[in-house]
């Protein structure tokens, strides 16, 4: 995961072939449509950078930022934030790899 505020994250995939790290820095989305070797923002590779904010914030920005439905307990907030993201792996990384139908 990527940080770039303190609350704040992203997912970064790393997909090689090999059983070591990949040198392929420079990959696109069409790259992780193939699943080649390389480095990816799961979102972005999906078609949103999306972060997930577990802090309240008032940024205003291009990105798409999770929140979640209320910041008053912070179980709901590791709860939401738990299963958006667990959604994502399924939908955007175990389906589309085999590793789940």
Known sequence: MAS?????????????????PTSNFEVWKEDYDVFS?????????LGEDKWWCLN??????????WRPSSY???EVIINEAIDDVCLM????LFKKAGFIE
């Open 37 to 45: 070797d390389g480095y990816y923002r799961l979102p972005v590779a």
């Open 4 to 20: 770039w505020r303190v609350g704040e994250f992203t997912i970064n995939v790393h997909i090689s072939s090999k059983y070591e």
């Open 56 to 65: 309240p914030t008032s940024l205003e920005s291009t990105l798409s930022y």
């Open 72 to 74: 008053e307990s912070e």
């Open 89 to 92: 792996l399924e939908n955007g």
